[in-house]
């Protein structure tokens, strides 16, 4: 009987093992059609990502079984053939380098259908001598419907890719120039021109969105909160257009400042926000955001679609970060409700 039960649970975890192995394969697949006079010949590919293994989730079979993307043959090698592809004999012989930021399938069900996404992020260069020249940045979702969506997603993704590169081969370069080594740390770069990441002391007030919170200009200056005996905030209350004061609406707000600590507003809490190594964190649900009314279609929170895909639901707690381009919020680790610092008065 021992045996037995050796048996059958060595059988259970090879099952379980084979299930977590299930993998889909994304393969690039070349569309017909050359550009003439293109500027550029060849093409390089430097890919940033924290995770050059991550292409995201899909869903396959009855019972939408989880699969992680892969590709069988690496990215760079199969996308050393793009320009060669996509040029005739008239193209010059100038080179472009893209930096690869981001390139995630998610796939969610719905009760007829399942919606597919992919996302993309890139900036293409010139290269000139030893140096790098701006030519296109495309930050995108596409949003894919179908019985059965994978291979209509594969194939948006890969056709949207070609696009880009394509609608590009004419242009010229823009003013700026890098270096590789720059080029690697190109968040750093960016972070160092937007103001929520230089100021040594946030400014208060209340901020509709990211783009406001990140330029550091509040849509609202003029707030008022009241703190209950143990810290925690009563109420929050801001100016109105006839001078007095209304309690805040959370899914107006996206986040606040007071007294110089910044704070996500969500829809089930204000969470305290940290600022670690040049990037901001806070603990809470996967799914927080309080802005958006149709968030599955939001370029922001791309990355929570992502892990939701993955994980099957939405009230798991999370470390997240805020994305420094597009203020989505990206799952960085689980994490326990005992974990978050909700907004206090101390």
Known sequence: MKHLLIICHLAVMTSIACAQSKTETFTISIPPGKVSNSLYRHIGLLDIRNDTTDYGVIQKGAFNRKERVITEIPFSVQFATVVDSLVDNTAASGELLLILRQLRFAEITGSLSERGYFHFRGSLFAKENDRYQPVAYLDTVIVVSALDVTKKLFKTGSDNLFEFIRTNLRSKPANGSFTI????????IE????????TPVFKDGAYKSFESLVSQTPDNENMKIDF???G??????????????????LSKWFALVYQGRLCIVTTD????????????YFIGKAWVAATGSDILTAQLFFGLI???AASGGSNDFFE?????????FIQVRPAKQKEIKYFRKD
């Open 232 to 249: 925690s905030y009563n109420s929050i209350q801001l100016k109105n257009k006839k001078n007095k004061y209304e309690e805040i609406e």
């Open 320 to 328: 997240l970060k805020i994305d420094h381009l597009s203020g989505g």
């Open 306 to 308: 992502g892990g939701l």
């Open 228 to 230: 209950s005996k143990n």
């Open 191 to 198: 972070k160092s021109r937007l103001p929520l990441y230089t």
């Open 181 to 188: 080594g720059e080029l690697w740390k190109i968040d750093s």
């Open 269 to 280: 809490g204000i969470y305290a926000v940290e600022k670690r190594d040049n990037d901001f």
